[in-house]
């Protein structure tokens, strides 16, 4: 069974950084591309950063250069690092594994608020 766990996420001031992690299965990281998505109230859930399965990542272009996406194959981790955070960039962020197969998972979200 596919489990993904999120973490880190928390009360931050602008401009400061936060470090999401998602906890995934063992093997989860072989078989899945990964990725965070966010969801602020009132909105959609949108795309913030990927990381395929073969290695590589992909970036919102609200995100790309503030967030970096990178998998711990030792650890079974995706994790996010988050610099120069924004008001905008409030949201429960979810983590998501994908396969072209057509399955998918997603993690239950953690809170991130920047807020003054």
């Known amino acids: 069974q596919v489990q993904l766990v999120e973490s880190g996420g928390g009360l931050v001031q602008p401009g400061e950084s936060l470090k999401l992690t998602c906890a995934a299965s063992r093997g989860i990281l072989d078989a899945y591309n990964m990725a965070w998505y966010r969801q602020a109230r009132g909105k959609e859930r949108e795309f913030v950063a990927g990381?395929?399965?073969?290695?590589?990542?992909t970036y919102a272009d609200s995100t790309k250069d503030r967030f970096t996406i990178y998998r711990d194959m030792f650890r079974n981790t995706v994790d996010l690092e988050m610099i120069n955070l924004k008001f905008d960039d409030t949201a429960v962020y979810y983590c998501?594994?994908?396969?072209?197969?057509?399955?998918?998972?997603w993690g239950q979200g953690t809170q991130v608020i920047v807020s003054s």
């Open positions: 998501n594994a994908w396969n072209n197969g057509g399955a998918e998972y």
């Open positions: 990381v395929w399965r073969t290695g590589g990542a």
